[in-house]
């Protein structure tokens, strides 16, 4: 009993092996297996003459150095490099000016490859990366022959996120190295009197793989291509610091990779136009027909016409042209002030100066009324032109 007590006590002392920090950062200042540190401080031997320091500044706003001056460089080590249009137009001008850029990173922004004429295959790997899942073990990279003189191929146990292009513009770009199963995935374009290197394997630049047996080699080779009379070399991680983080938070968030797709963002903006037509639209205040209502009819014309038909028909002449002085000599007392007591010639000059008619129109009108009251008899004719003098008069006055 005391021996199983004893083995199962110094079963129990014993300390579990130390995993190693599985974390990928490609940071320069991590000497954990997939931080940067090896290759950064390697620059220093490869380029002895050139002073090498770190900027996480955006392109183009580098302290150390100039878009005017020549024989400089700039290395990008990132697991996404999401350049925009105005980034890469300040690293094109740079490169036009004589200096080099190289970038390796395991997937390129859309506006990257629209630039370099090319297609990326990468999108399960920075998944993978971005989500955490496990990726498969065992990245193999080979540089090319030409330009290097042995198609040599390295490899480590490590894990294997890298890229590769699935098209290239053969007019531009010279491949400089293949993965593992013979597709490119280093390339080198030409931009005035620099030059351009786009490497989709970042891990083969991480402390783990460099140190692993003899693949230091491939470390020293690629970065050849850099011209040796190098004077500045930058270190950008701008991509690693910010850019990093913020596509990570977007692989993360199901609108924003949706928003990503431009068929599926239109598709989206068209139906939300359409949902705020149909809202401003159903907004409007609903209401009932208004019926047209017509204008009041004037009672009283309506009966004088009625009175006027039923003397007419009747062929009382005399009478009706009597009702009609009636009315008129009330409209004169009633609009004019004037009495028509008294119908002299002295009330027709009255009446001519204000109602500006003419004298002689009202001196018929006037003179026929005083004939109505010695007749009995009045004509179809006289009826007719009494009635015109007076409509005359009501249009004049």
Known sequence: MVAVILLLAGGGGKKEPRRPDERITLRKRDKIPYGSFAAYEGLRSLFPRASVVTSAQEPGYWDSLSVYETKQAVIILCADFSADKYEMKNLIRFIESGNSVFISALNLSYEVTQLLNCEVNSDEAIV?????EESPDSLTVSLANPPFPVPLSYTYPGVQYDGYFARVDTTTTTVLGYNKTGQ???IHLKAGEGHLYVHLAPMAFTNYFLLHKGNFSYYEKAFS????DT????WDEYYVNHKAKKQQKNHSNWFIN?????ALRAALLTALLALLVYVLMEMRRKQRYIPVIKKPGN???DFVKTIGRLYHDKGDHANLCRKMAAYFLEHVRHRYKLPTAELSDEFIKTLHFKTGVDETEIAGIVYFIREL??????SDKQLIAFHKQLESFYKKA
């Not at 993978?128 to 955490?132: D, I, P, V």
């Not at 004077?231 to 930058?234: L, P, Q, S, T």
């Not at 009251?373 to 009045?378: I, P």
């Open 299 to 301: 009672d009283s014309l």
């Open 373 to 378: 009251g010695h007749t009995a008899v009045v």
């Open 258 to 262: 949706f928003m990503g797709y431009p």
């Open 225 to 228: 291509m850099i011209a040796p």
């Open 231 to 234: 004077r500045k070399i930058i």
């Open 184 to 186: 490119p995935d280093f």
């Open 128 to 132: 993978s990366l971005f989500s955490g």
